[in-house]
């Protein structure tokens, strides 16, 4: 039997809620209905099905191989505060995050590519984000020259409407001598 708290989307304080109202294991969230689930506080009519699919897809997932697991780091990191004041365990899913992770590619764990693979999959996100950061900064940089061109063409015409003001002044300052 798996915890309540083992779904996807469920964490300590939803956990503690469903607990409360009888949910205490996958199966008895997969078993519930929407119109059961929204009767549970901090549960909406959005939320209630993907908290069902999610129990469902934990207990129809294979039990986990015992094989190696590459770890990235041997130390857990710290929990540290977001801008919304809570920890990062702590965030809000929602529906919208629950589909991306849901569709998120799932890493292979067992076999002799799965280095391979993982670091092929590295190097192509790493590149697509170095793309995307250069677009960004071509863009950037074509907004920037463009303002600069029209500051530059806004002095110019200021520059000759005044040089124009200057030879009108000087024009009529020579008209009033020459009529003296």
């Known amino acids: 039997m ?3 708290t083992d779904v996807r989307g469920v964490g300590k ?3 503690e809620v469903l607990i409360a109202h009888g949910y205490k294991t996958a199966a008895d969230l997969a078993g ?3 119109e059961q689930l929204v009767k549970v506080p901090r549960i909406g009519t959005a939320r209630a099905p993907v908290l069902i699919a999610a129990a469902k897809e934990l207990l129809a997932a294979p039990a986990p191989a015992t094989s190696p697991v590459r770890r990235t780091s041997a130390r857990k990191p710290a929990g540290r505060k977001t801008a919304g004041g809570r920890k ?4 809000r ?3 919208q995050t629950v589909k991306r992770a849901a569709s998120a590619p799932k890493p292979v764990e067992d076999g002799p590519d799965a280095e391979a693979l993982a670091a092929a999959e ?7 984000k170095a793309k995307a950061k250069a677009k960004k900064a071509a863009k ?8 600069f061109k029209k500051a530059k063409e806004k ?4 520059s000759k409407k005044d040089k124009k003001d200057k030879k009108k002044k000087k024009n009529k300052k020579n008209k009033k001598k020459a009529k003296e």
Not at 122 to 128: D, G, L, Q, S, T
Not at 140 to 147: F, G, W, Y
Request: glycine residues 2%; proline residues 9%.
């Open 93 to 95: 899913t929602t529906p």
């Open 2 to 4: 798996k915890p309540v």
């Open 140 to 147: 950037k940089k074509q907004e920037i020259e463009a303002k």
């Open 32 to 34: 519930a209905t929407p």
């Open 122 to 128: 590295a190097k192509a996100k790493k590149e697509a």
């Open 13 to 15: 304080a939803l956990g």
């Open 155 to 158: 002095v110019k015409t200021k």
């Open 88 to 91: 990062a365990a702590e965030r």
